[in-house]
């Protein structure tokens, strides 16, 4: 149980267009989900909490014009780069909290998507 | 702010026990968290701890948690190659949407 997808788990794509990123949590209902981003070798660091039915809630330093994010069910999330540039070169990975855990606050993740922009 | 610091990296021969540690600096840290991150994938949630625990023990992995001086280690028995990977200690609150702070993560070489 407690699983996470990502798709695509890779993609290429050309400066200044825009990528999509999903993210669902297939086995169960995530009312949270949780976009994260990983440069080589360094920490995940938060972007933006997602939450079903309404605005993202973004970390400071986010840009959420650029980093949109849309939450439209209870098992999908999906987040868009738009007008990509080299510098958003990254590993981008979700989570998602389980509407149904009790209190530990538990995260499952996804497998991560990998973005190269060229 | 919060702050969660681990050491680099950690070499160890198969078979032997390996130790990861973590400080952190929040004390009003709810549950302590440690994720393993094999190459190019997500993290998998290992184990965690609430705060209000001293020890947890679940198969080859030991959980130590010091509230006192906020440091709080992951003991693997009986080490195995499949346990290369990074690890990372991770910390939320009561109260902040499940907001998780990773550490810096620890790298986990296994030899033969």
């Known amino acids: 149980g407690a699983v996470v997808s990502q798709h695509p788990s890779w993609v290429i794509c050309k400066s200044g267009t825009s990528v999509k990123i999903e993210c669902r949590s297939l086995?169960?209902?995530?009312?949270?989900m949780f976009w994260y981003r990983q440069f080589p070798k360094q920490s995940l660091m938060l972007m933006a909490t997602?939450?079903?039915?309404?605005?993202?809630?973004?970390e400071q330093g986010v840009e959420k014009d650029k980093f949109l994010i849309n939450h439209a069910s209870l098992t999908l999330s999906t987040l868009t780069v738009t007008s990509a540039h080299p510098e958003d070169s990254s590993f981008y990975i979700c989570?998602?909290?389980?509407?149904?855990?009790?209190?530990?606050?538990?995260?499952?993740f996804g497998p991560g998507t990998r973005l190269t922009v060229t | 702010g919060e702050d969660v610091e681990q050491s680099l990296f950690l070499s160890v021969r198969e078979g032997d026990s390996s130790v990861i540690n973590c400080t952190y600096t929040?004390?009003?840290?709810?549950?302590l968290y440690w994720y393993k991150q094999e190459p190019g994938a997500g993290l998998q949630l290992l184990t965690y701890i609430f705060s209000n625990m001293d020890m947890k023990q679940d198969q080859r992995l030991t959980v130590l948690l010091n509230k006192k001086d906020k440091h709080l280690s992951l003991r693997i028995a009986d080490t195995q190659t499949g346990d290369s990977a990074i690890y990372f200690c991770a910390e939320s609150k009561t109260g902040t949407a499940s907001k998780l702070t990773f550490g810096t993560g620890t790298r986990l070489q296994v030899t033969l």
């Open positions: 929040d004390s009003s840290s709810t549950y």
């Open positions: 997602s939450n079903e039915g309404s605005k993202a809630t973004y």
């Open positions: 989570s998602a909290r389980d509407h149904g855990t009790g209190g530990a606050n538990e995260q499952y």
């Open positions: 086995d169960f209902q995530a009312t949270t």
